[in-house]
Nanobody, 122 residues
Framework: DVQLQASGGGLVQAGGSLRLSCAAS????????IGWFRQAPGKEREGVSC????????YYTDSVKGRFTISSDNAKSPVYLQMNSLKPEDTAVYYC???????????????WGQGTQVTVSS
């Protein structure tokens, strides 16, 4: 069975950092694209970042560019989302997702993990 497990969320003050992890099993990891999404209370889920594990190409939504970094070690699980200079507006439940076709800002990914809560206090 395909499984994705997101972890690493928590409570942090504005300006602080957190590193989220997305552990995957049950599929050929380096053939996939891993995306991070987030959903704040009362808002739609939005794409945050994505990485192509075959060539390490990465993509970021504008609001996190320069602050967040997506990575993996040699295209192996887990995929990390390093979040620096956190802002209260980054508060959300963060989800990781996997798809064999490509990165997308839409919720078209084949597999989803459960979310991990990130709360940034002002």
């Amino acid at each position: 069975d395909v499984q994705l497990q997101a972890s690493g969320g928590g409570l942090v003050q504005a300006g602080g950092s957190l590193r989220l992890s997305c552990a995957a099993s049950g599929f050929t990891f380096d053939d996939y694209y891993i995306g991070w999404f987030r959903q704040a209370p009362g808002k739609e889920r939005e794409g945050v970042s994505c990485i192509s594990l075959s060539d390490s190409s990465s993509y970021y939504t504008d609001s996190v560019k320069g602050r967040f970094t997506i990575s993996s070690d040699n295209a192996k699980s887990p995929v990390y989302l390093q979040m620096n200079s956190l802002k209260p507006e980054d508060t959300a439940v963060y989800y990781c997702a996997a798809d064999p076709i490509g990165c997308s800002w839409y919720e078209s990914y084949d597999y989803w993990g459960q979310g991990t809560q990130v709360t940034v206090s002002s």
